[in-house]
T-cell receptor, first 111, second 114 residues
């Protein structure tokens, strides 16, 4: 069993739809949770960073962490074609900053 | 956030040769890492590049294959030694902004081994 599981997709949605992305994990020591966006042939770009459980909102993006269920989510509201990318969840156990990544979900937003 | 550059951005190499990848950051950072992203897969941590001491390697990665240097707080190199086609990957460096506990990635080096 992988330490971090993420539905690889692909996911195709019409412009303006809500995109929902999820990851589950097995290591209960994970405390820091991140979502990265990766465009084709580019490095990952940090979108959201959350410590422990709870919600965090930044513009059209909302990250949720449920440590009791070992489940994290990213929601993208009013999706745009420019949101078309691969989204990676990542997490670490402590302040050693060593990240474990999900496989990534490729999202296409259709104009 | 820190601005990270990598050289080369891409390369095509022959089996049995070595390639050194450079990572330059525009500010001093304490933590620097090297990751590998194999085709169609996610990122895997290779090692932590420690300034002034030997790198710390993750399970499955060894110094003889992936020697790393970190001469100062803004620069690191990763060498992929004695390459085989299985080493064809994107290699990425990352740095941590300790003020915000956020980790940022460079643009990556796309390596193809023939």
């Amino acid at each position: 069993q992988k330490e971090v599981e993420q539905d690889p997709g692909p996911l195709s949605v019409p412009e303006g739809a809500i995109v929902s992305l999820n990851c589950t994990y097995s290591n209960s020591a994970f405390q820091y949770f991140m979502w990265y966006r990766q465009y084709s042939r580019k490095g990952p770009e940090l979108l959201m960073y959350t410590y422990s459980s709870g919600n965090k909102e930044d513009g059209r993006f909302t990250a949720q962490v449920d440590k009791s269920s070992k489940y994290i989510s990213l929601f993208i509201r009013d999706s745009q074609p420019s949101d078309s990318a691969t989204y990676l969840c990542a997490m670490s156990a402590s302040n050693d900053y060593k990240l474990s990544f999900g496989a990534g979900t490729t999202v296409t937003v259709r104009a | 956030s820190a601005v990270i550059s990598q050289k080369p951005s891409r390369d095509i190499c022959q089996r049995g040769t070595s390639l050194t990848i450079q990572c330059q950051v525009d500010s001093q950072v304490t933590m620097m890492f090297w990751y590998r992203q194999q085709p169609g897969q996610s990122l895997t941590l290779i090692a932590t590049a420690n300034q002034g001491s030997e790198a710390t390697y993750e399970s499955g990665f060894v110094i003889d294959k992936f020697p790393i240097s970190r001469p100062n707080l803004t620069f690191s190199t990763l060498t992929v030694s004695n390459m085989s086609p299985e080493d064809s990957s994107i290699y990425l460096c990352s740095v941590v902004d300790s003020s915000y506990n956020e980790q940022f990635f460079g643009p990556g080096t796309r390596l193809t081994v023939l």
